[in-house]
């Protein structure tokens, strides 16, 4: 009895570099809100009063956007948002995206590809009237979405822009520029860097024709049950923000640039165009470093490959004098190896997603060279490491064997490939 309680007091004593970036902070009194649709609490899913109220003041805050909250996470607004596009036509993804995108794809049955970046040249092949990007990615670097939107508008294409880790932006000008200044459509995963309660996100729409889209598919997706715990924190989170936020992440810009002076041992901090957003590389597996760190009391947001990411907030920020202690202490632990057969996309090319409905399970060390059913990857960060339709490699087999733990896209543990009577061969 109560051993997720007893587990869960036992890490909320742990230093957090890691979502929710209210970092242990929500006040102990929030369980009184947990409520429900009433008379006077409105209805998220037909907000008429304090909810509309909350979401005009989100739309005051981002600019010209209708905004559309979420306690489901920003998953339901991925969702939400292929739902509102998908009557412009096919999809094009430029760089990578998290696991929920293809699966909203998936589900909504749209014609999509995979391209690794963004040009004229992609476009003029392509006949998508959707992009959808990543900006910024896990790692807190950017993509030029001036240049992106230019090429929106030239080709008549909705421009998405997932912004998960991006709701930050608009409160100091020392991070890049929000990705509400250019997008059609943008989702906010707001608990990964405001202090909110988990599943807080919201979709902001900056195209009258897709309000009324975003507004239906939020009724289809979200659940009927809504937080009223998340609804409070992001009403308080963005209360603070407002009228503290551009100081309270001065204060963590200074911290981290005094961060970055100190002693690391064999650590070094990577350059990243979001400088809450603190990227370590050393000769270790990331996913040593953080369960090292782990023990010692200190709970990063992920690791991967060589480097290890911790959020940075105005909830944490003194406490990187102890990050800084604890890295000091590591030695000895697994080195990284990078495989340089590691499947990487070319610059440039574009790959026809398949989102065959027929598949079978087969075990990893048989799915090399079978066509994947659908994404596969590592979480976190929840990037595949193969798409749907894509041929598995030997070397991508190997690393989902090595990393089954932490992997999506199985089922219990075999790999989901594209039946030989729909093309699976090898």
Not at 81 to 101: D, E, N, Q, T
Not at 104 to 110: D, E, F, H, M
Request: glycine share 8%; with cysteine.
């Amino acid at each position: 009895m109560n051993k997720l309680r007893k587990i869960l007091r036992k890490g909320g004593k742990n230093i957090s570099f890691h979502t929710p970036a209210h970092n242990n902070t929500l006040p102990k009194k929030f369980i009184k809100y947990d409520t429900t649709e009433l008379e006077y609490t409105d209805n998220l899913l037909r907000p008429q009063n304090v909810l509309k109220e909350l979401e005009s003041e989100i739309s005051s805050i981002y600019g010209p956007f209708d905004a559309f909250i979420s306690t489901n996470g920003a998953t339901s607004c991925v969702y939400a948002a292929v739902y509102a596009a998908k009557h412009k036509g096919g999809f094009l993804i430029a760089g990578k995206a998290h696991m929920s995108v293809y699966n909203a794809l998936r589900i909504n049955g749209v014609k999509a590809w995979q391209a690794e970046g963004l040009n004229e040249e992609t476009l003029k092949n392509i006949p998508c009237g959707v992009i959808f990007t990543t900006s910024p990615d896990y790692f807190g670097n950017c993509v030029d979405l001036s240049y992106y939107r230019k090429l929106a508008d030239k080709y008549n294409c909705l421009l998405v822009v997932d912004s998960s880790h991006g709701s930050h932006f608009v409160f100091n000008d020392k991070f890049p520029i929000s990705a509400t200044k250019y997008g059609d459509l943008v989702i906010h995963s707001l608990h990964k860097t405001l202090p909110a309660a988990t599943g807080a996100a919201v979709l902001l729409c900056n195209n009258k024709e897709l309000s009324p889209l975003c507004a239906q598919a939020r009724r289809l997706f979200h659940s009927t049950s809504p937080s009223y715990i998340t609804l409070c924190s992001i009403e308080r989170a963005f209360h603070i923000m407002r009228k503290r936020g551009r100081a309270l992440y001065d204060r963590v810009y200074a911290a981290v640039n005094r961060f970055k002076k100190k002693d690391l041992g064999e650590f070094e901090v990577c350059s990243s165009d979001d400088f809450s957003r603190l990227v370590l590389r050393s000769v270790y597996e990331g996913g040593q470093v953080v369960k090292e760190l782990g023990k010692m009391g200190v709970d990063m947001e992920m690791g991967c490959q060589d480097k290890v990411v911790a959020i940075v907030t105005p909830y944490n920020y003194r406490r990187l004098g102890a990050l800084a202690k604890r890295l000091r202490k590591i030695n000895g632990l697994k080195r990284y190896v990078k495989n340089e057969k590691e499947q990487e996309k070319e610059g440039g090319k574009v790959v026809e997603l398949d989102f065959c409905p027929r598949k079978e399970l087969v075990d990893i060390d048989s799915a090399a060279g079978r066509r994947a059913y659908c994404e596969i990857g590592i979480y976190p960060p929840g990037l595949p490491l193969v798409l749907s339709g894509e041929v598995i490699s030997q070397e991508v087999a190997q690393t989902i064997k090595n990393n089954i733990d932490n992997c999506f896209g199985l089922e219990n543990n075999m790999a989901p490939v594209i039946s030989y009577k729909d093309g699976g061969q090898r």
